[in-house]
């Protein structure tokens, strides 16, 4: 454990890359070997917009990371935050509950703020209008969105105090779950449905890139499935009923350009339609 701590706290930006392409290309074999969607799509045409808001997002997180350093070494040397205030944690306890509550506060408070604030949504909103979820998807994030989360992973660090290590552990794992969970792969449905108990599966983040309410409005988490389960967020959607995209802003092609992406959060307001509203 404190090896894997020990690592962690000296990561180098190299190994940070490395798992980012890795888990990409792994992800992206295992679509050609298991799809959940036999896409008729050029892969390659439709990841260069997904690829270039990876590189915003990285580009956007490499500036800010000495924000998290400094506040990461503040709350060690003051001993401030959530887990450095429950006495007598074994280390492993401490990793985790600062990961499960940076995944809270980083990824499933944000994602949700997202969904709920006007003009958050629609910078939220270019990840949605992918209308082929895969591997690529999963860090489509306009330059304003990286920043938004960003400031609440800042806050997470803050609140609850990690250490270096966490944060990147954090990070990393973070990388691969959502990845993983975007990928356009179909594991066993019992596989699937058991993991979904404790992490964000394939099919459980597919139900939130339905183009329609209340489903778009379902499934927040990034790696832990628990916070859906506990704040009743949770949505079950045959993957087989699943539409990707939003139903208001149906231009396929304008949906896969980059000029027209970084433009979309200052459209007009408009939300998914709902489901049930509609019948
Ligand atoms: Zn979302």
Redesign the pocket.
């Known amino acids: 454990m404190e090896t894997l701590f020990n690592y962690f706290e000296n990561i180098t930006s190299q190994h940070r890359s490395l798992i980012l392409v890795g888990g990409l290309t792994l992800f992206w074999l295992l679509e050609g070997a298991l799809p959940l969607f036999k896409f008729k799509y050029k892969k390659w045409k439709h990841a260069v917009p997904n690829i270039f808001f990876t590189l915003t997002t990285i580009v956007i997180n490499f500036s800010l990371a000495f924000l998290l350093v400094e506040t990461s070494d503040w709350v060690q040397e003051n001993q401030f935050g959530i887990i450095n205030w429950i006495p007598n944690l074994p280390l492993w306890a401490y990793i985790l509950l600062g990961v499960l509550l940076l995944d809270f506060i980083g990824a499933y408070l944000a994602?949700y703020v997202?969904?709920k604030v006007k003009p958050l949504w629609m910078v939220?909103l270019v990840?949605?209008t992918d209308h082929h979820v895969d591997t690529t998807t999963a860090n489509r994030h306009h330059p304003l969105e990286s920043v938004i989360r960003f400031v609440f992973t800042l806050a997470g660090v803050f609140i609850i105090g990690t250490p270096i290590a966490i944060v990147f552990i954090y990070q990393s794992l973070s990388l691969i779950a959502t990845q993983f969970s975007h990928a356009n792969i179909k594991l066993p449905n019992k596989v699937d449905k058991i993991l979904s108990y404790i992490l964000v599966s394939p099919n459980m983040h597919k139900v939130?890139h339905h183009y329609m309410l209340p489903y778009?409005d379902s499934n927040?988490g990034n790696i832990f499935s628990i916070w859906d389960r506990l704040f009743g967020t949770f949505m079950k959607l045959d993957p087989k009923l699943i539409v990707y995209g939003v139903d208001t802003f149906p231009d396929e092609k304008a949906n896969g350009k980059i000029g027209m992406l970084l433009k979309q959060p200052f459209h007009k307001y408009r939300k998914p339609t709902s489901l049930n509203a509609s019948k």
């Open positions: 994602h997202e969904h939220h990840h949605h939130h778009t927040y």
